[in-house]
Every structure is written in C-alpha cells, then in structure tokens.
C-alpha cells in the first residue's frame, strides 16, 4: 500500500504559474510510473503528465512546452511545474502511481485560473 497526497494547488491568473507536488508514504525507487492526471467538471479524467522509472516522460499534447514533470526519489516525490497557465487548465489535479499493476491516486487539488 502507498499513500499519495498532493498539494500546491490554488488560483492563478492566466499565464501564471503553480507547482504541485505529491508525496508518497513509501519509495518510490521501483515503482513503473508516477503521473498527473486532471478531471475538469463534466470530463472525464485524463493524463497530463508521467515519468517512468526510467525518467521518461509523456505529456499532453495542450501542456507540452508548459508543464514539465520531475521526480525526486530521495524525497519520494513527483512534481508538476506548470507555467503559462490557461483557463482550460483549471481542473482538479490527480497524483497517479503505478506499480506491478496496482494503481493508487492521490485525493486531488484544485487549480482554478481565472482569466
């Protein structure tokens, strides 16, 4: 079992910036993935951005060049660097680990970016 829990969310203006950062209870060293997923009220819940345990990444087509993601596996934590925010960005912001085929989320943060 692994517990996630994100933090960082808030209210930005648009072509502001915000930093997410979620923090697992255990390891993180040998995990598969880790990634930020976003749910927009009356959407479905889709991926923003995930970094293997590699250090590969995949983003979003609407965040790349935006959102940039990062691991720090001292600290067990996943960050999610987002600048040049846009109002279709506002959502709730999940923290997503998988692991031998398990998957555990995060409770969500709100980003809200007014225009």
């Known amino acids: 079992q692994v517990q996630l829990v994100e933090s960082g969310g808030g209210l930005v203006q648009a072509g502001g910036s915000l930093r997410l950062s979620c923090a697992a209870s255990?390891?993180?060293?040998?995990?598969?993935?880790m990634g930020w997923y976003r749910q927009a009220p009356g959407k479905q819940r889709g991926l923003v951005a995930r970094i293997s345990m590699s250090g590969g990444t995949n983003y979003a087509d609407s965040v790349k060049g935006r959102f940039t993601i990062s691991r720090d596996n001292g600290k067990n934590t996943v960050d999610l660097q987002m600048n040049d925010l846009k109002p279709e960005d506002t959502a709730v912001y999940y923290c997503r680990l998988l692991e031998g085929g398990r998957i555990y989320w995060g409770q969500g943060t709100q980003v809200t970016v007014s225009s």
């Open positions: 255990r390891s993180i060293f040998s995990i598969d993935s």
